[in-house]
T-cell receptor, first 111, second 115 residues
Framework: QQPVQSPQAVILREGEDAVINCSSSKALYSVHWYRQKHGEAPVFLMILLKGGEQKGHEKISASFNEKKQQSSLYLTASQLSYSGTYFCGTVPSGGSYIPTFGRGTSLIVHP | DAGVIQSPRHEVTEMGQEVTLRCKPISGHNSLFWYRQTMMRGLELLIYFNNNVPIDDSGMPEDRFSAKMPNASFSTLKIQPSEPRDSAVYFC?????????????FGPGTRLTVL
């Protein structure tokens, strides 16, 4: 079942922060985050495994709340290069380990 | 490393024609995935292979779609006959091992337009 991402779209000015949420109706083993720029392929950002782990990648970090079956992606002091569509992919516990992707969140960063 | 290679990058065809999309995964990767992306449905998994064997094809829309992986370095996705609703971007991705939820590396995609 497809995870639900919110918000659907975010418009920011350079330097502002944003949070993208991903929630699932199933117990999760892991959450994957990808970013896709317009006309390009999705590119991997990070994987979070169950255990409440938080990871970071430059000024982009994420958390995973296993009990709530949710993950959040945090973009701090956003840069123009952060613009794109962010997808979460959820892997259910006891499943096939293949992520199911959400509909995506469009992030636009203005100068 | 050249990454995942897909061809063609763009395909325009007429309804009823056969379409074949091609993919070369990253060398050494054991799993290969075919996805379809549309505005309405987002990124959908069509089928994935592990060690050249199809593991889950439950995402294949209907019998008009078929996929093969004759060896570790090549896979095809065929649509016969094609219909306008098949218009989408088709991505191929590969990973070291799907069973451990490894990172997927996506190819540049094939933009298919069926008239």
């Amino acid at each position: 079942q497809q995870p639900v991402q919110s918000p659907q779209a975010v418009i920011l000015r350079e330097g502002e922060d944003a949070v993208i949420n991903c929630s699932s109706s199933k117990a999760l083993y892991s959450v994957h985050w990808y970013r896709q720029k317009h006309g390009e392929a999705p590119v991997f950002l990070m994987i979070l495994l169950k255990g409440g782990e938080q990871k970071g990648h430059e000024k982009i970090s994420a958390s995973f709340n296993e009990k709530k079956q949710q993950s959040s992606l945090y973009l701090t002091a956003s840069q123009l290069s952060y613009s794109g569509t962010y997808f979460c992919g959820t892997v259910p516990s006891g499943g096939s380990y293949i992520p199911t992707f959400g509909r995506g969140t469009s992030l636009i960063v203005h100068p | 490393d050249a990454g995942v290679i897909q061809s063609p990058r763009h395909e325009v065809t007429e309804m009823g024609q056969e379409v074949t999309l091609r993919c070369k995964p990253i060398s050494g990767h054991n799993s290969l995935f075919w996805y379809r992306q549309t505005m309405m449905r987002g990124l959908e998994l069509l089928i994935y292979f592990n060690n050249n064997v199809p593991i889950d094809d439950s995402g294949m829309p209907e019998d008009r779609f078929s996929a093969k992986m004759p060896n570790a370095s090549f896979s095809t996705l065929k649509i016969q006959p094609s219909e306008p609703r098949d218009s989408a971007v088709y991505f191929c991705a590969s990973s070291l091992a799907a069973i451990s939820g490894d990172t997927q590396y996506f190819g540049p995609g094939t933009r298919l337009t069926v008239l």
